[in-house]
């Protein structure tokens, strides 16, 4: 009656030492054994959630929430490793706003927070349409994703199928994406963009070397 119990927290311990933190563990009973295990388990999923918002720190752009820079590489690193196993190509879009400066430098820095935001959810729109619908878990999500990369810039992954026609008709879409008009800073905002694109494995082996 006291041992194993002392055994279940000892393991539970165990677990959240090594990040799992959504272990279960018997909290049925009623004596001070019973109070230290449910403790135990509310640490569990206290400590998850701290995880998770780590996590999201970490890998999440704060702005746009849309994947940052680290998210991409690591994504981009898997990708390429699960391509060179199955012989699958992979798309780099890097898509770089036009004299976005001048939105900063003119409307301020929150307007040019604003044109960021929606250029972010106007690229993941377009991205959904060209998404294929079952591509291995390589980035997080469907194995196509669109990342802040810094400043006014981004980045698109394309995992698989018509890679060629896959990369054009999504650039395609974001040049028609960007130049329509924003609203920023309670103007209007017109902006236009450039888009360099790289291919795996014709244009480089390693994420640098796309990038």
Do not use: C, W
Request: glycine content about 10%; proline content about 3%.
């Amino acid at each position: 009656m006291l041992v194993r119990p002392i055994r279940a927290l000892a393991a539970h311990a165990r677990a959240l030492e090594e990040g799992r933190f959504q272990q279960q563990i018997d909290s049925g009973r009623g004596d001070e054994l019973g109070d230290l295990m449910r403790s135990m388990g509310a640490l569990g999923a206290s400590l998850a959630a701290h995880d998770r918002d780590v996590r999201r720190l970490a890998y999440v752009d704060s702005l746009t929430g849309l994947p940052n820079r680290l998210m991409l590489r690591e994504a981009l690193a898997r990708a390429m490793m699960v391509g060179r196993s199955s012989g699958t190509g992979i798309a780099l879009l890097f898509v770089d706003l036009d004299d976005f400066k001048r939105i900063n430098d003119t409307l301020g820095h929150d307007a040019g927070d604003e044109a960021l935001a929606q250029i972010a959810h106007r690229l993941e729109a377009r991205l959904a349409v060209i998404r294929l619908p079952a591509q291995p878990d390589v980035t997080g999500s469907t194995g196509d994703m669109v990342a802040r990369f810094g400043g006014d810039e981004f980045v698109a992954l394309l995992f698989g199928g018509d890679l060629r026609a896959r990369a054009r008709q999504f650039a395609e879409s974001v040049f028609d994406a960007v130049r329509e008009p924003l609203s920023a800073g309670g103007r209007s905002v017109h902006l236009n963009a450039s888009i360099g694109i790289t291919l795996f494995p014709d244009d480089g082996d390693d994420p640098q070397q796309l990038l």
